[in-house]
């Protein structure tokens, strides 16, 4: 069974750019979260879309956005790119309630300029 | 209200001694906590989980304590293995809420 895959794994851009991550969970997980990972920091939690709906949302600002597609892969954009956007994105499947197993992918490594 | 505080932020053993990592919550809706284990280079991935209606849990080498009226759970890893260096994240979770993350403990075991 396929793991969950987050393309690209690696990304430099600059300030002010936009990026756009991509997500596909494993086979048959209905819910997708996102996470920013940055030393000291721990996991800060973005959001989680469930069927093709938001379902939890993080504290971060309007620049982050996502959503979900009818087979379940997700899109994550931040636009206006800021120094301190660079971190290491992590998205997470699961079959969809807090008791589930989430399985993440490798991640997707931004860095800003 | 949602953190999971977590401690020390890294530790380091020998081979064979038993690390054990400490976490505190203070949300009372949290009613799952499950561990998760993060290599190099790689996603996390759970370890082990508990639920309040159980003191103690035990998975091979890794186990949780869980104290209910303290708000408190620890990992312990007994026999501990150069295998097991890795960061490890205490979570606190609460049906139909997202999963709330601590900010991990980097553990390494010397040969």
């Known amino acids: 069974k396929a793991g969950v895959t987050q393309t690209p794994r690696y990304l430099i851009k600059t300030r002010g750019q936009q990026v756009t991550l991509s997500c596909s969970p494993i086979?048959?997980?209905?819910?997708v979260s996102w996470y920013q990972q940055t030393p000291g920091q721990g996991l800060q939690f973005l959001f989680e879309?469930?069927?093709?709906?938001?379902?939890n949302k993080g504290n971060f600002p309007g620049r982050f956005s996502g959503r979900q597609f009818s087979n379940s892969r997700s899109e994550m954009n931040v636009s206006t790119l800021e120094l301190g956007d660079s971190a290491l994105y992590l998205c997470?499947?699961?079959?969809?309630?807090?008791?589930?197993?989430?399985?993440f992918g490798p991640g997707t490594r931004l860095t800003v300029l | 209200q949602q953190q999971v505080k977590q401690s020390p932020q890294s530790l380091i053993v020998q081979k064979g001694g038993i690390p054990i990592i400490n976490c505190a919550y203070e949300?009372?809706?949290?009613?799952?906590f499950p561990w998760y284990q993060q290599f190099p280079g790689k996603g996390p991935a759970l370890l082990i989980a508990?639920?309040?209606?159980?003191s103690e849990k035990k998975e091979g080498r890794f186990t949780i304590s869980f104290n209910k009226s303290a708000k408190q759970f620890s990992l312990h890893i007994m026999d501990s293995q150069p295998g097991d260096s890795a960061t490890y994240f205490c979570?606190?979770?609460?049906?139909?809420?997202?999963?709330?993350f601590g900010e991990g403990t980097q553990l390494t075991v010397n040969p």
């Open positions: 997470a499947s699961s079959w969809g309630t807090t008791y589930n197993e989430q399985f």
């Open positions: 086979s048959g997980h209905r819910s």
């Open positions: 879309y469930f069927s093709e709906t938001q379902r």
């Open positions: 949300n009372t809706a949290f009613d799952y």
């Open positions: 508990i639920r309040p209606d159980v």
């Open positions: 979570v606190g979770g609460a049906s139909g809420s997202r999963l709330t």
